[in-house]
């Protein structure tokens, strides 16, 4: 995969958390451009990479620039799982490469995609155990229904309603989806706000950074939490 990417490095010292950006379809890296300003001034110790799709946008003859993660020609509900399928590992390859070349756990990894790269980052999580903490899924959907969860990731979907080319039912289904099996998930849907990388579904995103607390954190809380002993009252004893 062409791993060429658009970086935001911390000033000083290593970063201590690495966020990877993947842009739409018929985009590039550079399309990202705004959320990847508004992580690193969020999380200055960071590392944020805006990556570019491994292959030219084969619908638009003779642009060069424009990037897929995999073909849109002719793709149908039925044929796009396979597709996908066969773009992830080189797609989860990369995320291994970044996150050993950053010394950086998965855990500490978060996956961010708008669009393709929305529907990309998804699927990695779900085909690759322990890849990412967390995953911000902009105007995205998952290329086939979840039967599982991903081991300790937490996905957050953020849709815009007013979103016809990726309707905001798609979000709410995936949620839905993760949710009835256990999933660690969130979902977002804004009004007035179609398929974009609106301002309002990246300050969100912010917000589920900042404020969400993941199942993981909860249960080692809860585990290293001491258990204080008392005496019970009467009521309890049944006196």
């Not at 290593?14 to 379809?25: E, K, N, W």
């Not at 855990?107 to 890849?131: I, K, Y």
């Not at 979103?163 to 979902?187: E, K, N, W």
Request: glycine share 6%.
């Amino acid at each position: 995969m062409n791993t060429s990417a658009l970086a935001h490095l911390p000033e000083h010292g290593p970063p201590d958390l690495l966020y990877l950006l993947f842009h739409g379809v018929g985009a590039t890296a550079q399309h990202m451009t705004p959320l990847a300003r508004r992580l690193a001034h969020e999380y200055p110790q960071a590392a944020v990479l805006c990556l570019d799709g491994p292959e030219a946008f084969d619908a638009v003859i003779g642009d060069t620039n424009a990037r897929q993660w995999f073909s849109i020609r002719r793709v149908t509900e039925n044929n796009r799982p396979g597709r996908v399928a066969a773009a992830l590992p080189a797609f989860i390859a990369t995320i291994r490469a970044l996150q050993a070349s950053f010394s950086m756990p998965w855990e500490r990894t978060a996956l961010a995609g708008f669009s393709q790269g929305a529907v990309m980052a998804l699927e990695a999580v779900q085909a690759e155990p322990m890849l990412a903490g967390r995953v911000l899924a902009f105007a995205g959907r998952h290329a086939s229904a979840p039967t599982h969860v991903p081991t300790d990731t937490t996905v957050h979907l953020l849709h815009g309603l007013a979103d016809t080319v990726i309707p905001a039912a798609a979000a709410v289904y995936s949620a839905q989806t993760l949710l009835a099996l256990g999933g660690d998930v969130t979902a977002d849907v804004l009004p007035g706000i179609g398929h974009e990388l609106h301002p309002a579904l990246m300050d969100m995103a912010i917000e589920q950074l900042r404020s969400f607390v993941p199942k993981k954190v909860w249960r080692q809380a809860m585990s290293e939490a001491p258990v204080l002993p008392r005496v019970a009252s009467s009521d309890e004893l049944g006196d």
